[in-house]
């Protein structure tokens, strides 16, 4: 069975540097791609990053442009999202999924997906 589970979340000060992974058991030949997403209180499960596993598709979300970075280590079955320069508004439970195709940040296109990792980030 598919099972993304992420990490490194935690509670930070604005302008502090987090790093977020993603490892997926259980992977099979049919995962292409993951896809961050992150959820605020009271908000919707918004796209933050994606990544194909073999490293040659990637995308972020304009909002996070600049601050944040997302990379695939295939033989790992893991993926990392680099967040910088964090601000409270990036305050949320961030959320790693799999893609069998490039779904970039359309969400209903992951179809496996991990309990989420809370980052707060304060001002």
């Known amino acids: 069975q598919v099972q993304p589970v992420e990490s490194g979340g935690g509670s930070v000060q604005a302008g502090d540097s987090l790093r977020l992974s993603c490892v997926v058991s259980g992977r099979t030949r049919d995962g292409y791609a993951v896809g961050w997403f992150r959820q605020a209180p009271g908000k919707e499960r918004d796209f933050v990053a994606a990544?194909?596993?073999?490293?040659?598709?990637?995308m972020v979300a304009p909002s996070v442009t600049g601050r944040f970075a997302i990379s695939s280590d295939n033989a790992k079955n893991t993926v990392l999202l680099e967040m910088n320069s964090l601000q409270p508004e990036d305050t949320a439970v961030y959320f790693c999924?799999?893609?069998?195709?490039?779904?970039?940040?359309?969400?209903?296109?992951?179809?496996?997906w991990g309990q989420g990792t809370q980052v707060t980030v304060s001002a």
């Open positions: 990544v194909s596993w073999n490293g040659k598709q990637t």
């Open positions: 999924g799999e893609a069998i195709s490039w779904s970039g940040s359309y969400y209903p296109g992951y179809k496996h």
